[in-house]
């Protein structure tokens, strides 16, 4: 059931746990999430970068993927597709295309810049019935050629992003796409608390959600967080499992090489990540 993604984080907020967003990158990837996610009876989002979406041939064809497929797979608890770091045009092009929650990073923008174009888009995308995710401060590391400095999000800037009515923020408090390298700190929770009290109790967002551990995790959907981002992991077992399928020579072995055989342990992978993550969110059964 597509839906924005208003209305399954405030539930999160309210019952302290979190929503996985799952980012996709092709068929198997939608769904294999969205299998995980309605046999656990929760509600997800699935996240598209901009490059993930010009991969798979444009927003509009993504969007036309989800909807079939959620239509035809019997799909019950609700599904928020939205684009992940978006610009300014990708936004845009998103709401027009059929999105039903966007994020425009105008983080990398003076704040000045930054509130004047995420107060338009606010408009648009509610105009529309989207979500809208902002983001103040930066998320550190490289995400499909987004580049983040790391930067701990300012209270007050938060604050003044949060008054333009957006739905839910992204904040960097010390958290990194990708892996984490082995002298990284961990997060910012005294930033983190911060920043909840300065922004009215807004859903809070998690970014790079690869490599934090549990306990971190928890504590940050302790102290406001309800979106928790999740792209590199599902990345790193998938190609686990399609290595260790090919090195075990069983694209070989009769039609092993077909690609609905060649892709499964991978997309199996997938799922058994995605069940992790919803357990440790705590969003399983909250549909």
């Known amino acids: 059931m597509l839906v924005n993604a208003t209305n ?28 995980q996610a309605q046999a656990m009876n929760s509600p997800v989002i699935l996240g598209v970068s901009e490059g993930a979406g010009k991969y ?36 845009k092009a998103c709401i027009d295309a059929g999105f039903t929650s966007i994020m425009f990073d105008g983080s990398h923008y003076p704040i000045e810049e930054n509130v004047a174009k995420t107060k338009e888009l606010v408009e648009y995308a509610h105009d529309k019935g989207l979500s809208i995710e902002a983001e103040v401060g930066s998320i550190g590391g490289v995400e499909d050629g987004v ?11 938060c604050a003044r992003i949060t008054a333009l009515g957006v739905d839910f923020l992204a904040a960097g408090i010390g958290n990194i796409h990708g892996i984490y390298p082995d002298n990284w700190k961990g997060l910012d929770f005294e930033a983190l608390d911060r920043i909840h009290k300065a922004t009215n109790n807004i859903p809070l967002v998690l970014h790079g959600g690869t490599g934090i551990p549990d306990s971190m995790v928890q504590k940050a959907i302790s102290l406001g967080v309800c979106k928790i981002n999740v792209n590199t992991d599902c990345q790193l077992v998938f190609a686990e499992a399609t290595r260790a399928y090919i090195e075990a020579g069983k694209d070989q072995q009769g039609k092993g090489y077909d690609p609905r055989k060649l892709l499964k342990p991978g997309a199996d992978a997938i799922m058994e990540k995605v069940r992790e993550k919803i357990e440790l969110f705590g969003s399983a059964n909250k549909a």
């Open 8 to 35: 399954m984080l405030l539930k999160a907020r309210d019952g302290h746990y979190g929503v996985g967003q799952f980012n996709i990158n092709n068929l198997e990837w939608t769904k294999s999430i969205l299998l």
């Open 56 to 91: 798979m041939t444009g927003f509009k064809t993504v969007a036309a993927m989800v909807r079939a497929m959620d239509e035809s797979l019997g799909i019950t608890v609700p599904v928020a597709l939205h684009l992940d770091h978006g610009t300014y045009e990708g936004a």
């Open 147 to 157: 580049v983040g400095s790391g930067e701990i999000a300012d209270p007050e800037e």
